[in-house]
């Protein structure tokens, strides 16, 4: 049976069509990625008040989390299971709680747990490239796996000091990549529907 579709609409729920509808909303897009670096660059501007706004945030998905795990405990089959899950929720909750109570407290905490992941990311990379030599990129794994390890350290070396300023620099960070994404996204949707 021949299509009696015309060949240059795309069907609704195609590639094409999905892409029309971002077309449609480029402006927006463009706008979201410039607000986004504008967040960047202010929290970047105050990297303490941008370090307790990511702690507040952190504590209220704890929270959140305590939630659901105590709705899960009270749909457990058996009693072991509903204590475990009732547990982990108190935990949650306690942790969300601490962190929305004593922010600086919190970040302190984070920032430590977070320079020893990089440090040992960082090394577990190292020995995946020393395992890899001689195949594949492992010049570029050994590469990031140094420059993890080193971060880390960084953060380690410093804390508590560094665990003023850690979290909201991350955060600043991604905000201004973030944002940069979606402007280029919305400009190259600009751009296609501007060919097309």
């Given at each position: 049976m021949a299509n009696t ?10 590639l ?10 480029a ?5 979201f ?36 795990e105590?709705i ?12 475990i899950?009732?547990?982990l ?12 109570s ?5 970040a ?5 747990m977070l ?16 395992h ?7 010049l ?5 796996g ?7 350290l ?12 850690t979290?909201?620099?991350f955060?600043?960070v991604?905000l ?14 600009r751009?296609?529907?501007?060919i097309?």
């Amino acid at each position: 049976m021949a299509n009696t579709r015309n060949a240059g609409t795309p069907s609704p729920h195609s590639l094409g069509s999905g892409l029309a509808a971002l077309r449609a909303h480029a402006g927006w897009i463009v706008a979201f990625g410039i607000v986004l670096i504008i967040f960047g660059v202010l929290a970047l501007g105050s990297v303490l008040a941008a370090t307790i706004v990511t702690v507040f945030y952190v504590g209220v998905m704890m929270l959140l989390a305590a939630v659901a795990e105590i709705i899960l405990a009270f749909r457990a089959q058996s009693w072991s299971k509903f204590f475990i899950w009732a547990l982990l929720g108190v935990l949650y909750a306690a942790a969300g709680v601490l962190a929305l109570s004593d922010p600086l407290l919190a970040a302190s905490v984070l920032t430590l747990m977070l320079g020893a992941a990089l440090a040992a990311t960082g090394a577990v990379r190292i020995y995946l490239a020393l395992h890899m030599r001689g195949g594949g990129p492992w010049l570029w794994i050994m590469s990031s796996g140094v420059i993890t390890v080193l971060l880390g350290l960084v953060i380690l070396f410093q804390w508590p000091t560094s665990s003023l300023y850690t979290l909201g620099i991350f955060l600043g960070v991604d905000l201004v990549f973030a944002g940069f994404s979606w402007l280029s996204i919305g400009m190259a949707l600009r751009r296609h529907s501007s060919i097309s």
